[in-house]
């Protein structure tokens, strides 16, 4: 399973049902792009979004950076800003050096 959890922020005066509207917005850019294999969640109080994805059919995962890649193409359409998105990218991207303890 792959999980993305984010803050998200609002314009001053926005109201529950305005901030509701453009979370609808995220579901509906989601399946516009045919991804409707990420899970996806809001909390308008604490302003925080999460997107779940999960294996498919055949037991495996698709890629770290077209999960990432679908979920900001989501958020642009809705109407958020993705600043610093390059450097969550990157670090979620990273590589792991790791030790084989037995052959």
């Known amino acids: 399973m792959m999980e993305l959890k984010l ?3 609002v314009p001053a005066g926005a109201t529950v049902d305005e901030i509701s509207a453009v979370l609808d ?3 509906d850019a989601l399946c516009d ?3 409707y294999d990420i ?4 909390a ?3 302003r925080k979004m999460h997107f779940v994805m999960g294996e498919d059919d055949d037991g495996a995962y698709p890629s770290l950076d077209n999960f990432l890649a ?3 193409t989501a958020l642009h359409a809705a109407g958020f800003g993705t600043a610093g ?3 969550l990218s990157a670090e ?5 050096p790791l030790g084989l303890v037995s052959a």
């Open 33 to 35: 792009i045919d991804r």
């Open 44 to 46: 308008i109080t604490p």
């Open 25 to 27: 917005r995220v579901q």
């Open 7 to 9: 803050n998200f922020g």
């Open 70 to 72: 679908d979920v900001r």
């Open 39 to 42: 899970i996806f969640g809001a």
């Open 85 to 87: 998105w390059e450097e």
């Open 92 to 96: 979620l991207s990273g590589t792991v």
